[in-house]
């Protein structure tokens, strides 16, 4: 006579389902801890960024100020170099949501785009007064020895910009040559290099790039007939 299978038995793994529960349950709370303990890093290194103005800093200063232990820190970061790109690309993640969120606010495809443009030129200008390290510093050094990691953080950017040019593109509203992506990479770049170049003076005395020059050289390039 064949012995019954207990129903509480997995058909896959022939654990009980107690024991999965179990176990995923203890899975998620390690996993909230990690969580929690890699924001008290992040949190520790902008602490440290904005006072002294720089990424001149050690590991150790940032696991001193967030409390925890440097075998903490290493289990989850390779080093400093592996923290501050998380906070770079933290960063440009922030950056994509505003332009998102800001964007959806309008009906228009060409109206999102131009808020794009214009949000993203804002937010990544460095005025004189504001402490930046982590473009100013640590990104253009990143550019030259990690260029492949420099493209990963700019996904998320990317994306939202290829959106709002298919937006408009499918509006009709483009140049048929555009190619959403692509032009969406050009424009990141050119509305960024510009935006982190860009003081409120320079050294002559001239007046710097402003968002709606920026979005009027870009529209010319992409739209059919530009305002």
């Known amino acids: 006579m064949a012995q019954r299978r207990d129903p509480l038995m997995s058909s896959v793994s022939e654990e009980p389902v107690w024991k999965q529960r179990a176990v995923e349950r203890s899975t998620q709370a390690a996993k909230a801890r990690a969580e929690q303990r890699l924001e008290r890093f992040l949190d520790a290194a902008q602490l440290i960024m904005n006072e002294k ?9 940032v696991v001193d100020r967030s409390r ?3 075998r903490s820190f290493y289990l989850h970061f390779d080093g400093k170099h592996e923290l501050l790109l998380a906070l770079f690309e933290d960063s440009l993640n922030d ?12 009906s228009d495809p060409l109206d999102r785009l ?21 473009f100013t510093d640590f990104a253009s050094q990143l550019l030259i020895s990690h260029p492949a990691e420099v493209k990963l953080a700019h996904m998320n950017l990317l994306s939202v910009l290829t959106e709002l040019l298919t ?8 140049r048929t040559a555009v190619k959403p992506r692509r032009t969406a990479a050009l424009i990141m ?7 982190q170049s860009s003081g409120s003076h320079d050294d002559n005395g001239s007046h710097p790039i402003t968002a709606e020059e920026i979005w009027t050289f870009c529209a010319y390039g992409v739209t059919r007939r530009p305002d």
């Open 68 to 70: 925890q232990s440097l």
């Open 167 to 174: 937006g408009a593109q499918e509006a009709g509203l483009l």
């Open 189 to 195: 770049q050119t509305v960024m290099f510009n935006a």
């Open 53 to 61: 103005g720089s990424t001149d800093f050690t590991v150790q200063e």
């Open 114 to 134: 131009e808020v794009g443009v214009r949000l993203l030129f804002d937010l990544c200008r460095l005025s004189p007064a504001a402490q930046r390290p982590l």
């Open 95 to 106: 950056t994509a949501e505003q332009i998102r969120t800001s964007a959806a606010e309008h």
